[in-house]
C-alpha cells in the first residue's frame, strides 16, 4: 500500500517537472508578444501619455487610475514602462543584429584554412573579450555619443566575439565533414560547397545564441541608461526611469520597481526562450 502511494506520488511529481518547461515556455512566448504589442500599439494598453506630467498627481501609489502609480513629476509609470519597450527592444535588436552580423562574417573567415587569418581575428577577439562587455560599450558610448544608434553598435561590438568564436568552431567542425568532402569529390565548386553545405550547418547554431544575447543586450543598455550614458530624461527608458526612481526611492518604491521587473522578466523570457531553441537544436543533432 506505502509503495503505491509513494511511487503514484512519484510520477505526479515526475509529470509537474515535466510540465514546468512547458508552462515557463508559454508564459516567456506570452510576456514577449507582450512586448511585441507594447512596441507597435502601446496606446491600446494605456491611454496616458509617457511625457506628460501631473503636478497634482505626484508620486501616487498604485491604484485603480495608475495601476503602477505614478513618478515625482506625476507622469504614469505605467505609460513610461509600456512605452520604454520601444527603446530598449529596438536598441537591444539592433546591437544584437551587428554582433550576429559581423561576427558571423568574422567567424567564418577565422574557421578557413588560412592560418594568419584565423591567428589574427583570434587575437582581435581576445582582445575584446578581454574587456567587460559594460565597460567596453561605456567606452564606446564615450567616444561616439548617447545616440540610441551609438548605444546599439557599443553593445553590438562588445557581442562580436561570442558569435565570431561559435561560428568559427563550427566551420572548422563542418569543413572537415564527410559530406563536404564528398561533395568536392563529385566536382561541387566552392561557392556551391558553401552556400549548400557549409553555410546552413554553420548558422544553425546562431539563433540560439542570439535569442539569449537579446536579453544581454537589454540589460547592457539599461544599465548605461542608468549610468547616464543612454537616452537622457524625459525619454521613457527603463534604465532612466531606474536612475530617476532612485532619487526617490525610500519614500517611493513604484517608480523604481515596476521598470525594474520590466528589465528582469523581458531578460528571463529571452533566456527561457534561447534555452528551448537549443533543447530543439540538441534534439535535431542527436537525431
Known sequence: MTTTVLTAAGGHGRAVAARLPRLSSILSLAFAALLVLCVAAPQWLTPYDPLEADFLAI???????????????????LARTIHGAHFSLSIGLAGTVISVLFGVLLGILAGQRNRWADEGLCRVFDVISSYPGVLLAMMVVTFMGNEARNIAIAVGIAGIPKFARLVRAQTQLVREADYV?????????RLAVFCTHLLPNVLVAVPVVAT???????LAVSGLSFL???PQPPTPEWGVMLAEGRDVLRTAWWPSVFPGLAITLTVISFIVLGRDLQLRFERREAA
Open 228 to 230: 547616464g550614458l543612454g
Open 59 to 77: 508620486l501616487q501609489p498604485p491604484s485603480w487610475t495608475h495601476p503602477f502609480g505614478t513618478d515625482r513629476i506625476g507622469r504614469d509609470v
Open 212 to 218: 539569449v544575447y537579446v536579453g544581454t543586450t537589454i
Open 181 to 189: 568532402t564528398h561533395a568536392y569529390i563529385y566536382g561541387r565548386s
